[in-house]
């Protein structure tokens, strides 16, 4: 009786009073059992917690990310899964070491918190000195070259809040934090001090990838600092010189070998076609890489736990990958695109969770030009299904790691969860198991199942 009432409402939703048909209420019916079995018995955020806690920060090629790919591949291996095995790749790798950033305005220390950039050079210990000189935009170093010299610039254009999507702002805004040491450097600047790329005001500082071009003339390090000091450190350079003294040991260290894990079961009908689902194992190094991106690696793999659960027997092949080295380097994505594009495969549809573990609100996709309208209308055909569950589909970015995929002319999915909260945690030591809510992590990966379900029984 009760599974009547549910689906005579979720077709009454989704269809109005007309439009039902045999292969609609079994999907309906089933979508309804991903979510129970989800929300009622997935081990999904016990994984995220034990890898949190056991293998801790993941920074490719550190002892912590091996720790933490065993653990998982673990966790797969418990499972029945036709093959599991590595894609290797060479990772580069990064010692932070310890660094003191020391701001004087008039004789008066001003405090600060602060943290290197990912890949930053350090100063090998010794102190280096210079006025600070605020800039905004790259774009605007070239007009001052004239008063960089053994300054410390300090990039300081915040996050735009008025975008409602913080992915878009954190898009406008990161240009400052990748390329801004190498810009600066170019101008004789001796070391660049970032605004940290967070959506509201506060003290936490962010780390994140900083490249040095092949250009780059001089490799000077650089720092983030938090809003608040960025605030702070502003008012002070409007009412006159700030000095900055900086020391850092952060070093990069040679590139070693690492991996990604992929765990497939092969399809009953279509087993050429693949379904991917996916997530980025590497972290940064001052968190626990709970949200960034064990979130997506549990996600992933409760997919593939619900549908054995459910005890589905898949058409198409499906694929749990666990990418390493997105972080800093991409060479993770890359080589599982090169080892696939060997082999002569086809990814259907690749599904990246790699936006936080929080309350999911639907997906975006992407793909070659050449077939994304179609696939695109194909997709949308699902909607009034996911609608009963708050889902859209639509037009967007799909996933780092999944995007070397592209010119295999599969459609490229991101998973979308409520962005608003993901920068007061991405790329900081606050990253961490407490800030993941475990009802909100299933229903990410509920979503997730329910969609690849749908792509395995319809195709696109
Ligand atoms: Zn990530």
């Given amino acids: 009786m009760q599974r009547f009432l549910i689906l005579l409402i979720l077709t009454l939703l989704s269809f109005g009073m007309t439009g039902q048909s045999e292969s609609t ?31 801790g920060p993941r920074l490719s090629g550190s002892q912590a990310s091996y720790d933490g790919l065993a653990y998982l591949e673990a966790v797969l291996s418990d ?54 000189i605020e800039v905004l935009e790259l774009d605007s170093l070239a007009g001052m070259a004239d008063q960089l010299k053994d300054k410390v610039v300090f990039f300081n254009r915040p996050m735009d809040p008025s975008l409602v999507r913080t992915f878009h702002a954190y898009g406008r805004a990161v240009d400052q934090r990748v390329f801004g040491p190498s810009r600066a450097g170019k101008y004789g600047a ?3 001090i970032v605004r940290s790329m967070a959506s509201q005001i506060d003290t936490i500082p962010h780390t994140g990838v900083t490249v040095y071009e092949e250009d780059a003339i001089a490799k000077i390090p650089g720092i983030a600092i938090s809003t608040y000091d960025a605030e702070v450190l502003s008012d002070y350079l409007d009412n006159g010189s700030v000095q900055a003294t900086i020391s850092s040991t952060s070093t990069p260290l040679p590139d070693t070998s ?10 009953s009908e279509y087993p050429d076609e693949i379904i991917l689902v996916g997530g980025h194992i590497d972290s940064w190094d001052i968190g ?38 997105e972080e800093n380097g991409l060479n993770g994505g890359k ?10 495969e086809y990814h259907l549809a690749a599904i990246e969770s790699d936006a936080g573990g929080f309350t999911p ?12 309208i ?11 299904l996911l609608e009963p569950y708050d889902l859209y589909l639509k037009k967007g970015g799909a996933g780092a790691d999944i995007n070397p995929l592209k010119s295999q002319n599969g459609l490229l999915i991101g998973l979308n969860p409520d962005s608003q909260r993901y920068f007061d945690y991405h790329h900081t030591a606050e990253d961490k198991i407490e800030h993941v809510h475990p009802r909100e992590l299933l229903l990410g990966g509920a979503a997730m199942t329910s969609l690849v379900y749908l792509i395995d029984q319809h195709g696109l």
């Fill in 288 to 325: 626990q890489g709970a949200h960034d991106d064990g979130a997506g690696c549990v996600q992933s793999i409760q997919v593939i736990e619900t549908l054995l659960a459910l005890d589905y027997k898949p058409k198409r092949t499906i694929r749990c990958v666990l990418f390493i080295n």
């Fill in 335 to 344: 080589s599982y695109a090169e080892y696939s594009n060997a082999n002569g």
């Fill in 258 to 267: 690492s991996y990604s894990i992929v765990a497939e079961i092969k399809g």
């Fill in 79 to 132: 499972m029945a899964f036709d093959t599991i095995f590595h894609v290797d790749c060479m990772v580069p790798r990064w010692h932070r070491g310890s660094h003191t950033l020391d701001l004087e305005h008039k004789g008066k220390a001003i405090p600060t918190r602060s943290t290197m950039l990912g890949n930053s050079l350090g100063t090998g210990g010794s102190l280096v000195t210079g006025d600070i």
């Fill in 25 to 55: 209420d079994q999907d309906a019916f089933f979508l309804k059992d991903i979510y129970t079995q989800s929300l009622s018995k997935s081990k999904a955020y016990h994984w995220l917690d034990t890898l949190c806690r056991t293998a």
């Fill in 361 to 372: 609100r639907g997906f975006s996709c992407t793909a070659d030009e050449a077939v994304f």
């Fill in 374 to 384: 179609d696939k695109l209308r194909n997709l949308k055909t699902f909607e009034p």
């Fill in 190 to 192: 001796k070391a660049v």
